[in-house]
T-cell receptor, first 115, second 117 residues
């Protein structure tokens, strides 16, 4: 069975602080995808990133960076110099690479960035 | 840009009514999904479809049905709405082919907040 755990239910930071959102996953698949989505107060889930299990390179996109460590089954997300607009619920998700299997989502982490 | 649209952002219905939630995507995606989202429970998959006229049950299909007559449209039907179906409903679509960064990435619509009184 597949499982995604986001242990942090809610995080609150002051603007300009760095913040890391944790994601730990379980899967028996040898090849899989990992995702992060952002859900702002408007409600729509916005796709942020997809990583393949065979590519452990970390990725940086502006103030966002992702750290994928297969050895610890983790795919953590760091926001540098957080801004109020980063306030949202963030979801980590997992999908086996083969077959029509659905995404497995974590329960999400609510991030509040205070000005 | 991928675009997934849902027929209503907010909907209020009465117990026992038949409710249709419509979802349309414009990217020729093969797969389409319906989720509901409730506080503390995260996103739960109701049904998904990987082709026209095909459907698969998700984690919580009870009380719901779906219809996919055309590739771009996936409808969620509440045959007889009940108060415990008050929720946020999210539709998504994904491709099984295309660029390496696109395959299997789900794109979501804006959601429908359904209230059943």
């Amino acid at each position: 069975a597949q499982k995604v755990t986001q242990a942090q239910t809610e995080i609150s930071v002051v603007e300009k602080e760095d913040v890391t959102l944790d994601c730990v996953y379980e899967t028996r698949d040898t090849t899989y995808y990992l995702f992060w989505y952002k859900q702002p107060p408007s409600g729509e889930l916005v796709f942020l990133i997809r990583r393949n299990s065979f590519d452990e390179q970390n990725e940086i996109s502006g103030r966002y960076s992702w750290n994928f460590q297969k050895s610890t089954s983790s795919f953590n997300f760091t926001i540098t110099a957080s801004q109020v607009v980063d306030s949202a619920v963030y979801f980590c998700a997992l999908k086996g690479m083969w077959g029509n299997t659905p995404l497995v989502f974590g329960k999400g982490t609510r991030l509040s960035v205070i000005a | 840009d991928v675009k997934v649209t849902q027929s209503s952002r907010y909907l209020v219905k009465r117990t026992g009514e038949k409710v249709f939630l419509e979802c349309v995507q414009d990217m020729d995606h093969e797969n389409m999904f319906w989720y509901r989202q409730d506080p503390g429970l995260g996103l739960r998959l109701i049904y998904f479809s990987y082709d026209v006229k095909m459907k698969e049950k998700g984690d919580i299909p009870e009380g719901y049905s779906v219809s996919r007559e055309k590739k771009e449209r996936f409808s969620l039907i509440l045959e007889s709405a009940s108060t415990n179906q008050t929720s946020m409903y999210l539709c998504a679509s994904s491709s099984i082919s295309g660029s390496s960064t696109e395959t299997d990435t789900q794109y979501f619509g804006p959601g429908t907040r359904l209230t059943v009184l």
